[in-house]
Nanobody, 126 residues
Framework: QVQLVESGGGLVQAGGSLRLSCAAS????????MGWFRQAPGKEREFVAA????????YYADSVKGRFTISRDNAKNTVYLKMNSLKPEDMAVYYC???????????????????WGQGTQVTVSS
């Protein structure tokens, strides 16, 4: 079991930056592949970025590639999403997710994650 708490959302102008954090409970954080997803009003939840247990592998949605960076600090039980060059279309509730993995895989499918945070709102003004 793991509990996830996101933070770092807020209001930012287009072109600005934010860093989201997701703090996980428990002593086995390093056993979990982690991901970030987002959901805009009226739209389905979509994949943003994923990172493997060790942080050695990452994967991004095409829409954020080159602008967003996912990272993790296993000593702090935290995964981060640094978002640069934000656009109005990035505005959404951002969720982190965790899935225990025996292998160092990245997980990009929503339904393959067992644990979710409550989300943090990111608002981008144009």
């Amino acid at each position: 079991q793991v509990q996830l708490v996101e933070s770092g959302g807020g209001l930012v102008q287009a072109g600005g930056s934010l860093r989201l954090s997701c703090a996980a409970s428990g002593r086995t954080f390093s056993m979990y592949a982690m991901g970030w997803f987002r959901q805009a009003p009226g739209k389905e939840r979509e994949f943003v970025a994923a990172i493997s247990r060790s942080g050695g592998s990452t994967y991004y949605a095409d829409s954020v590639k080159g602008r967003f960076t996912i990272s993790r600090d296993n000593a702090k039980n935290t995964v981060y999403l640094k978002m640069n060059s934000l656009k109005p279309e990035d505005m959404a509730v951002y969720y982190c997710a965790a899935e225990p993995k025996y292998l160092s895989d990245v997980v990009v499918v929503t339904t393959e994650y067992s644990y979710w945070g409550q989300g943090t709102q990111v608002t981008v003004s144009s």
